[in-house]
Structure formats: C-alpha cells, structure tokens
C-alpha cells in the first residue's frame, strides 16, 4: 500500500470517528465549596456536567423536569424533559454537600428558531425565553403570519407563549357599499257598464250591468246625471255614450285606466374599521313598538329600519382583505298593519344579506342580487250577461297588475391612512351665509365658499375618499 492511501485511509477514521461522537449542549463545571452558576437544559436534549470533587451521591428535586445519571464519580449526564426549573444536588463518601445545581430545562427555540426562518423568512421575529416559555417580539407585516409564528410556537411551548409582536403596514379599511334597488310597477284596467232607465209597459225599468262601476242609484243619478260613483274619485279614461229610443234611455261607461311608476333608490355608505375591529352603520330611523312587560304594563321599543350595515375586516397576506359583512334594507310597509292594544303597528319590508369573502384593495364584489317579480290578472263579470257574445263585453271587467324590485349591493375595500384635517371637507364648507350687501345688492342666498384647503376641496365633486387617503 502506497503512503498516499495510508493517509487517506488515516483522514477518513478520523471523520468517522469524529462523527460518532455524540454533540453536547453544554458542559458545565462544578467547583467543590462554591455557588455553581444555573445549568440550562434545552428540553428533549442533554448535557454532561463535571465535577471538581468525586461524589458518592447524587438527588435532583424534581425529576419529572429532568433526568439524571452518572457516567462516572465526577461526570453526571441530565436530560431536559419539561420545561421548569429544579435543583440537583452532589454529596460526597462522607455526606458533605458538594453542591446545589439550580438546573433550568427550557423550549428548544434552536430548533424552533430554524422553523421559523424556514416559514417566515422575510420576517423580522426575534425568539427569547422566559421562564419556561417563549417570548415573541419583533415586527410582521400582516396578522396571517403573525398568527402563523403564534401557532408555531405552541407547538414547542403550549399555552406558554408570549406575544410582544407588531403587526407593520395599513390596517385600516374602508368600506364602500352601494345599495341599489329599482322598483317598477305597471297597472291596466279595462271596464265597461250599461244602464237603462225609463218606462216600460206602463211601469218604471231601471237595469244597471257590467262590471260594478254603477252603484243601484248610478244608473239615473251617476249616469244620466253626468257623474258616476266612479268617475267622482278618478276621472281618468272613463267615457259615456247615451242614446235614447222613446221613453228609454241607454248610456255605456267605459273606463280604461293604466298606470306606470318606478321608484329609484340608492345609499352609498362608507365606513372605515381597524382590522380585527367591528364597524356599524344605520342610515334610517326607529320605529316604536308597544310590547307588554312582566308587570302587565305596555312598554315602547324602538326597531330601526333603513339601510344597515355591520363589517369586520381582516388585512391578511399581500394586501388582502377578509370581510365578514352583514347588511340589510328595510322599511315600513303601510299595506299590512295590525291591531294591538289600541296601537296601529305597521310591518316591516326587509332585505338582508350575511357573508364572508376575501378581495384585494380596490376589487369590488357584487355579494347580493335580488329580482322580485309580482304578477295578478283578474278577469270579473256579470254572470250569464258576460258570455253573451259581443254585448257581453260590456258586462266583464279586466284588471292587470305587475310589480318588479330589483336589489344589487356591491362592496369595495380600500386600504386607508389618515389625512391631516386642514384638506378635509364638510359639507357645510359650500355654503356660507350671505352678507347683507351681496343678499340685497345681487339677490345672493348664499356667500362664497371658504377659502383655504377645506374651501378647495369643498368646491370639489363629493364622490371621493374624503377624510382618508387612499392607496
């Protein structure tokens, strides 16, 4: 063998070698008749302490935290086991006490440390005991990995972690919602009536037919008097057509009303919360309600009714936003009411919707759709006079009815700071009272606005993030 392999074969027993020796934590000195400093014990691992003096003896406080054995009469091997803290003491042949070895057995944030670089490695986290547990400071830039470094850490100290971080960046949200509903209704009437009066036969005829337009006494006084019952709350579309043969006289009313109506409406709230934090809106009223208390009496309570919104938002990871969002429209209802202990209670018409979604700043999500279609058709008659063909028209009577309402609410988060408050606007920053020179002279109702950032942006439109600046 050349003397080239023989030092290569030397170099690898000596790596092997190396490697079979097992890696210590810590070695720890202890000095006959001194104080011994306090022995730190990562748990799950272990150290080898050394002694001065031989011991013959050796006690640990409490073993549950840590485990003890001898390697020989001066070197003991202790294993961490819990996190806490204990003491173990040496005794020599003849009793003396050599030492008290306060021994600490603590988290193993090596490891925990290594984890979290692997997870989090753009964050700045910085990892301490405390105790027996750990300590959490620093900065991250979102509450999603904080909470990722909290769960972590319990993994390793259960329910002994301590959170000193804060979180960097926006976190507060505003909110912009849109309500927008259209209402659209569409009413026809057709209707017909005949009326025959005079004498017949020596005797009084009186016929009133159709569709119930003509009371019994409408025939003579309604009609042949130039005004019907109908006709005397609404005029409109009604026409009359009499003839007369001999002593009788004919007249046919015919009313044809339609009408046409859509109602707009439309809120446009904005609210701003911290993340985490809960934000309420009510744009509206209360209305009182008479409930019985215990003692029998009547009390008033109040239900609020209009546009109402409550929101939670949670800035999680590269500007998302986690928005749990409950939002509701109501309003009276006139058309049903009830009768309750001498009170006139009205119903209530409500829309509300409750979800969750998660968008960036700036997307906008539509979270609720309504289309609310109503559809009546009546067809009334005179029995028997209705079927006949032709006349019978003038005996019948059609109404038609349709009524559609269609709800949208759109919600759009935006990461927000504070502004200073010389830009913000109010809105009685457009309108200042006159003088008297410019109310006589030039008939001014109102002043000019005012002057300054406030009386700039004032003269601005009043779509815009007001009060906040908006990234």
Request: contains cysteine; glycine residues 10%; aromatic residues 6%.
């Amino acid at each position: 063998m050349g003397r080239g392999s023989v030092w290569k074969a030397a170099l690898i027993g000596i790596a092997v070698a190396c490697a079979a020796i097992p890696a210590v934590a810590q070695n720890l000195r202890v000095l006959s008749g001194g104080v011994s400093e306090a022995l730190n014990v990562p748990m799950n691992r272990a150290v080898v302490v050394e002694s001065d003096e031989p011991f013959a003896e050796l006690s640990i406080a409490n073993p549950g935290i840590a485990d003890i054995s001898t390697l020989s009469d001066r070197s003991i091997y202790v294993l961490g086991k819990t996190p806490g803290r204990t003491t173990m003491t040496l005794l020599s042949a003849e009793g003396r006490l050599i030492a008290n070895v306060e021994v600490q057995v603590t988290p193993d944030i090596a490891e925990f440390k290594e984890r979290l670089r692997q997870i989090l490695p753009a964050e700045r986290i910085e990892v301490r005991t405390a105790n027996d547990g750990i300590v959490l400071s620093g900065q991250v830039s979102s509450i999603a990995k904080l909470d990722r470094a909290l769960d972590l850490a319990n993994r390793y100290a259960p329910e002994r972690v301590s959170n000193l971080m804060t979180v960097g960046g926006t976190q507060q949200v505003m909110l912009k919602v849109r309500f927008a509903e259209m209402q659209r209704s569409v009413a026809k009437n057709l209707s017909a009536s005949l009326a025959v009066n005079g004498t017949a036969a020596g005797g009084n005829l009186g016929l009133n037919g159709g569709s119930g337009q003509f009371t019994s006494g409408a025939a003579r006084d309604g009609v042949f008097g130039g005004t019907s019952s109908s006709a005397a709350g609404d005029a409109n579309g009604l026409m009359t057509l009499g003839f007369s043969a001999g002593s009788l006289q004919f007249a046919v009313l015919l009313e044809a009303l339609e009408s046409k109506g859509v109602v707009r409406t439309l809120a446009e709230p904005n609210l701003t919360a911290l993340s985490g934090q809960e934000a309420r809106f009510l744009a509206g009223g209360e209305y009182p309600i008479p409930v019985a208390s215990e003692s029998g009496q009547i009390a008033i309570e109040y239900k609020p009714f209009g546009v109402e919104l409550n929101f939670t938002p949670v800035v999680v990871d590269d500007n998302a936003i986690n928005l749990v969002i409950n939002a509701a429209v109501s309003s009276i209802d006139n058309s049903v009411t009830l009768e309750s202990a001498g009170f006139t209670i009205n119903a209530f018409k409500r829309r509300e919707t409750s979800t969750t979604v998660e968008m960036r700043d700036g997307e906008s999500f539509a979270i609720a759709g309504l289309l609310q279609d109503d559809f009546r058709d009546l067809n009334g008659q005179v029995p028997w006079l209705g079927d006949i063909p032709v006349l019978g028209a003038l005996f019948r009577s059609a109404e038609y009815q349709r009524s559609q309402s269609e709800l949208v609410i759109i919600v759009t988060p935006h990461l927000v700071t504070p502004t200073r408050g010389e830009a913000l606007a109010l809105p009685t920053d457009r309108v200042r009272i006159p003088t008297e020179r410019e109310l006589f002279l030039f008939g001014k109702v109102t002043g000019d606005s005012a002057r300054g950032p406030a009386g700039e942006v004032a003269r601005q439109d009043f779509s815009g993030p007001y009060g906040y600046v908006m990234e």
